[in-house]
């Protein structure tokens, strides 16, 4: 079940729904990121693995491997 970094995901909620399997959805990023939200435009600090935007909820998550860049960061929908 877990690939290690070679995992790949079509879209935000299996990053998230991961996250949550492995119990990684509430740690620390190794280097935190601002983003802005593709759905409201709110830039926030992206501090945790998931994270949501504090106006709209939309939730964001990246896996640890793949923290190091934010264009991997994804979108899993509003309040998922």
């Known amino acids: 079940m877990h690939e290690g970094c070679s995992g790949s ?3 935000g ?3 998230v729904d991961k996250l949550r399997m492995m119990g990684f959805s509430d740690q620390s990023m ?3 990121v601002t983003i ?3 759905e409201c435009g709110e830039e926030f600090l992206m ?3 998931e994270f949501k935007c504090p106006k709209c909820f ?3 998550g990246v896996t ?3 923290a ?3 264009e991997n960061i994804k979108s899993a929908g509003i309040d998922y």
């Open 58 to 60: 939309m939730v964001y």
């Open 30 to 32: 190794p280097v935190p």
């Open 68 to 70: 190091f860049d934010k």
């Open 36 to 38: 802005k939200c593709e």
């Open 13 to 15: 909620k299996e990053i």
């Open 64 to 66: 640890p491997c793949h």
């Open 9 to 11: 995901f079509e879209n």
């Open 47 to 49: 501090d945790t693995f």
